[in-house]
């Protein structure tokens, strides 16, 4: 597979605060990444014009990391060594995405080279690195022609970096799938279940959104204490003692849209603990090495980085 060189152009450095940088872009919805040094952080906004941006958490400078012609790269995440990154490649016609024409990419971050590691059509979603970095997994779904969501009947691939041999993990047709995360011996993600299979919650309510274990090709759900009023989990990702970080809701006292938080708990999805609030549909990412933790979040309009005081497991 062929190595393509994409540029870079750099913008000024983004106003910085303590813990805090400011961008000077507007959004409503993003995702990030954050190398395991903490140095750098890969970011998408909800507007194509943006593009994949890295941010340079020592000096709060931004490079625009240029995608090939008519195309849009998406979902970013860095392999546990930080020598690479993985990102969903998508068609874009028109000012809009173009769903099942998008394929996984391997970056290289050093020169933000870059080649395809996948082939033909179908939806594919938020890739991540295995513990060791020799295999990338992502979602794969299918693309629907009516309904609420562009795609559904989501499951877990793998490739092997080396044969480049795909091969389907799960069989389960979730209705969405999220971003998950390998340790070396499981692997944790989050999903919405199709209705053939749905779930209810500690509350007895369906389950839209949960956390699930896959092992030794065994799918469990993680059963997250609920007795705080968390419910739908997202984005799982975990520290080095196997704690896991998660978004997830709450019911407002008075009623009205729900209030979304990042969430700390034990392995098993034990004694939860709200860490901050966030906006919805903003993400946040670990530093694997140093333990930071960095969530998107917004001041009125405009996207801002925030690094919280408290350290993951490290």
Not at 81 to 86: P, R
Not at 139 to 148: A, D
Request: proline share 4%; with cysteine; hydrophobic share 40%.
């Amino acid at each position: 597979m062929l190595w393509i060189v994409c540029a870079t152009f750099a913008l000024a450095a983004v106003a910085a605060e303590d813990n805090l940088f400011r961008i000077g872009l507007s959004g409503k919805r993003g995702m990030l990444a954050v190398a395991p040094d903490g140095g750098r952080l890969l970011f998408t906004t909800d507007s194509l014009a943006h593009g994949l941006r890295v941010l340079d958490l020592h000096t709060g400078k931004i490079d625009v990391i240029q995608a090939e012609a008519g195309r849009f790269w998406e979902m970013p995440n860095w392999s546990h060594d930080g020598k690479q990154v993985v990102a969903i490649s998508t068609a874009v016609r028109n000012g809009y995405h173009i769903v099942g024409d998008m394929q996984v990419i391997l970056i290289d971050p050093a020169t933000w080279r870059h080649r395809t590691i996948t082939v033909g059509e179908g939806v594919k979603n938020l890739p991540f690195f295995s513990a060791d970095g020799n295999r990338v997994y992502y979602f794969k779904g299918v693309k629907r022609e009516s309904g609420k969501t562009p795609a559904s009947r989501f499951d877990l691939y793998s490739i092997d970096l080396a044969t480049g041999q795909e091969r389907q993990l799960t069989h389960e047709k979730f209705y969405l799938a999220g971003r998950g995360d390998d340790d070396g011996d499981s692997i944790i993600f989050s999903a919405t279940p199709n209705a053939a299979k749905s779930m209810k919650d500690a509350f007895g309510k369906e389950s839209r959104n949960a956390l699930f274990h896959l092992q030794a090709g065994k799918l469990n759900p993680i059963a997250v204490d609920q007795r705080n009023g968390v419910f739908d989990f997202y984005k799982p990702q975990r520290d080095k003692k196997g704690n896991l970080h998660f978004i997830a809701a709450k019911e407002r006292s008075g009623g009205g849209h729900f209030l979304w938080f990042l969430v700390r708990s034990g392995p098993d999805g034990s004694k939860p603990m709200t860490l901050t609030e966030l906006p919805i549909s903003m993400g946040f990412g670990i530093a694997r090495r140093t333990g930071e933790i960095w969530v998107m979040d917004r001041a009125g309009d405009e996207i801002v980085f925030r690094r919280l005081d408290g350290l993951a497991a490290n």
